[in-house]
């Protein structure tokens, strides 16, 4: 009965779907609670006041609220379910929600999370990640030391973080297992450390640091740095362990790294130049040139075979080495349209750093190939000659075509070295009628050509034709000031100088000059400061510090002239000039021992100065030592043998120091070499009657003599000056005054110029090239960083001459 009644209310709860609603299987999704329909609201009067005032806006309270049409409010709870903020109630709400719990989606009425638990600083993890740190930034200071160029700095920064390296990998072993020991590190620091030892030149401590690193077996690729030990072997020219650690390293890489083999063969050919093993040299270089030609190897090559002597062979490589592309598109550089974003893009890209690079490398190849030019030329035929117009042929045929003018001026100038001057002429005078840069650097050696030799017409002329060529050459224009100069035009002169450093503010020549062109127009200041610039430029230069000191002079500062003539002195410590005017500056400020050491040493270096002479045996005679005085006099008495106050000299320094025989003996000398000089005779009548002698009558008599056709010369010269009229003898008087005052100055700059005869170009302008080296007269195309080849190198070449390419540190990644 029980289970009855049970079975029928269960049945009461059992709805059955109608059959017209049997085949619609998505009825009732469409069914909502009128209380969220929204479109009514704008109907709703309860809603829109609520809106409108200061209703809508209050605080919802704890109990639920509802509009006039029984709306519940968001978050409410009715029926035991919390209302959506949706008006589809959204996943994560719950049907079974607690009764009277407010809504809190975003959890903030549980409070603030709890803190992260705070990392243990002591823990052995923490403390080599400390470590670790410390040890990169060490090596990355000392990286950055070394690139700011403090070694020392650089070495130190280097040392300690090898000494911490150390203590990290101790604590890493007892921490964790070996395995995971950062080798990457290890390997940093080391390869570090023997950088800064050779770049500090502690080349054993580096050899032994590479050693540790080549050794263990752990370090892959270690074995490129037996190229790094290769170098320090090499700088100890320790030649045959250099070739062992580069052939060592070359084995090393992998043959997929060519440029890098090419490399380490090229410091093999270089070692081989050093030590004097040219075949083997020639051997690396013509494999290099098969495989990967490059400038630098066809030009060593072309050293090697004109040490060896073989002109065939010379005359190959020259060609090889003509032949080495430079990879440069000088076309890109052109525009080749209106199209004005084309034009921006070339203009952008004309002088960015590839464009710099590039012309460093043709630089380089012009370089290498006007000095093989210059060193096989002589040598490859018969005459200089026929070998310049080989090359000149070669040159022609190839990519550097430019360089053929160039070398015909060098032709010139190696005439001129041969004392050539009409052969250097015709070829210089064929080259004027070029394009405009020859023409211009073909005028200006001409010009200091004439201008040498005194020509200044000529020279004069050649200099308007090389400014005329091209106005912005400062050697034309310091040559057209020059020829200015000499014929006294001082400020003209310096008109042009100023020009010259205008256009090219590097133009010592020009700035010498204009300094020398001051000192004329006595503007000592304007002077002292061009010098002054010089030097900063120059510092080693005896010239401008000669020149400096001299202005010093002028300026009345003597103490300023000692101090840069000692300066001189430093740079140029045996010229005999340099050492008597200090010395003269000495006597003037009343240093007698300092001016006596000075023209002493000046005496020792050029014992024919008869000013140094002179004042040595005026100070022993001062000091009253007599012996050593005569032997200065008898050296003057030698230098001008028909001066009779030399022999005079000796013997009054015999008859004060007591020696009246040498004394009487140098005076009876001196009176048979020169009979009527009066003052000897006077000696002589007086030393004869200290004496006794029964010599003393005989020489007054002829010095009686000498004294009475001395009397009656004098009466003639007077009778005829008396006989003259008195308006001549005004005019002759203010004349002899006038040549009187010129004199002395003359006089004055004929002591000064005598001064500074030792340092060229004191009275003269210092042209731009000096006299001493002909060929540094003249323009060398390539500019003064080509050396010209020396004769010695027939025999031994110098190791300055090839281009060493050694590899450092810094081809390997650090």
Not at 269 to 285: K, L
Not at 485 to 499: H, L, P, S, W
Not at 575 to 597: H, T
Not at 646 to 656: D, G, H, I, K, N
Request: aromatic share 10%.
């Amino acid at each position: 009965m029980k289970f009855t009644n049970t079975k029928v209310q269960m049945m009461q709860n059992v709805h059955l779907a109608p059959e017209t609603d049997e085949d619609d299987l998505y009825s009732g999704y469409n069914d909502y609670n009128p209380i969220y329909d929204i479109e009514e609201l704008e109907n709703d009067a309860a809603f829109q006041q609520a809106v409108r005032t200061s209703h809508g806006r209050r605080p919802p309270s704890k109990t639920s609220l509802a509009s006039s049409i029984g709306r519940p409010m968001t978050g409410a709870i009715q029926d035991g379910v919390t209302r959506p903020m949706t008006a589809v109630r959204a996943a994560g709400f719950t049907k079974a929600a607690l009764r009277g719990s407010a809504f809190d989606p975003l959890s903030q009425s549980r409070g603030p999370a709890s803190p992260l638990e705070a990392k243990k600083k002591d823990s052995p993890e923490e403390k080599i990640k400390q470590l670790e740190k410390e040890v990169n930034e060490l090596v990355e200071e000392s990286c950055i030391a070394n690139s700011c160029g403090d070694l020392k700095l650089a070495l130190e920064k280097a040392k300690d973080a090898g000494r911490k390296e150390r203590v990290l990998v101790r604590q890493r072993e007892q921490v964790t297992t070996p395995e995971n020991i950062n080798l990457d590190l290890t390997y940093s620091v080391l390869f570090n450390l023997a950088s800064q030892y050779s770049l500090n030149e502690m080349y054993a401590e580096a050899l032994n640091t590479y050693q540790v690193i080549v050794k263990n077996k752990m370090f892959s690729n270690a074995g490129i740095l037996k190229m790094n030990m290769g170098n320090i072997y090499l700088k100890q020219r320790n030649y045959s362990k250099a070739i062992k650690f580069y052939r060592m390293a070359l084995d090393q890489v992998p043959s997929v790294n060519k440029q890098m083999r090419i490399k380490i063969m090229q410091n093999i050919g270089v070692t081989f130049i050093q030590a004097g093993q040219y075949s083997d040299a020639i051997n690396s270089y013509e494999h290099i040139m098969s495989m990967a030609p490059n400038l630098k190897a066809g030009y060593n090559l072309t050293i090697c075979y004109f040490a060896v002597g073989d002109r065939e062979k010379m005359k190959k490589a020259f060609q090889k080495l003509i032949t080495v592309p430079l990879e440069i598109d000088e076309d890109k550089y052109i525009s080749p349209s209106d199209d004005p974003h084309t034009n921006l893009v070339t203009e952008a890209i004309k002088n960015d750093h590839l464009r710099q690079m590039e012309r460093e490398r043709k630089a380089m190849a012009e370089k290498y190939i006007m000095t093989s030019a210059k060193l096989i030329a002589p040598v490859i035929e018969t005459s200089f000659a026929a070998g310049y117009d080989w090359c000149v042929e070669v040159v022609k045929a190839s990519q550097y075509v430019e360089l053929a003018n160039d070398l015909e001026i060098n032709k010139a100038v190696t005439y001129l070295r041969q004392k050539d001057y009409n052969q250097a002429v015709e070829i210089l005078k064929v080259l004027e009628k070029k394009d405009s840069r020859v023409k211009s650097a073909a005028a200006t050696n001409l010009s200091a050509l004439y201008y040498m030799g005194k020509d200044f017409a000529q020279a004069s002329s050649y200099a308007d034709i090389a400014v005329n060529s091209d106005r912005y050459n400062p050697a034309a224009l310091t040559n057209k000031g020059n020829t200015v100069f000499a014929n006294g035009d001082y400020e003209k002169a310096a008109e042009f100088y100023k020009e010259a450093l205008r256009n090219d503010s590097s133009c010592t020549e020009a700035l010498y000059n204009i300094g020398l062109t001051y000192e004329k127009l006595n503007q000592l200041d304007e002077a002292l400061d061009c010098f002054l610039k010089l030097h900063a430029i120059l510092r080693n230069s005896a010239e401008v510090l000669y020149q400096i000191a001299n202005i010093y002079e002028l300026m009345e500062n003597p103490s300023q002239a000692i101090e840069w003539l000692m300066q001189v002195v430093s740079v140029i410590p045996t010229d005999p000039q340099v050492l008597s005017k200090l010395g003269e500056l000495y006597d003037r400020e009343g240093d007698k021992s300092q001016a006596f050491q000075y023209y002493y040493e000046s005496y020792r270096y050029f014992p024919c100065n008869i000013e140094v002479i002179e004042w040595l045996g005026a100070y022993y005679i001062d000091t009253q030592f007599w012996e050593k005085a005569i032997q200065y006099f008898e050296r003057a008495s030698l230098i001008q043998p028909t001066q009779v106050k030399w022999q005079l000299m000796v013997a009054s320094c015999f008859r004060r120091s007591g020696n009246y025989q040498k004394a009487l003996d140098t005076y009876k000398d001196t009176h048979r070499k020169f009979p009527e000089n009066v003052e000897c005779l006077r000696f002589l009548v007086r030393l004869c009657t200290d004496l006794g002698l029964k010599d003393a009558q005989e020489y007054a008599r002829k010095l009686k003599r000498l004294e009475k056709m001395k009397e009656i010369r004098e009466q003639r010269i007077k009778s005829g000056r008396d006989g003259s009229g008195g308006s001549r003898g005004k005019r002759e008087g203010s004349a002899s005054g006038d040549s009187g005052q010129n004199y002395s100055a003359s006089s004055k700059g004929e002591r000064l110029s005598a001064r500074l005869r030792a340092l060229p170009g004191t009275n003269e302008p210092y042209e731009s090239s000096s006299n001493k080296e002909i060929d540094a007269s003249y323009v060398d195309p390539l500019g003064p960083q080509i050396e010209r080849p020396k004769t010695a190198a027939k025999k031994r070449i110098d190791e300055d001459d090839f281009a060493d390419e050694e590899l450092g540190d810094d081809l390997l990644p650090e």
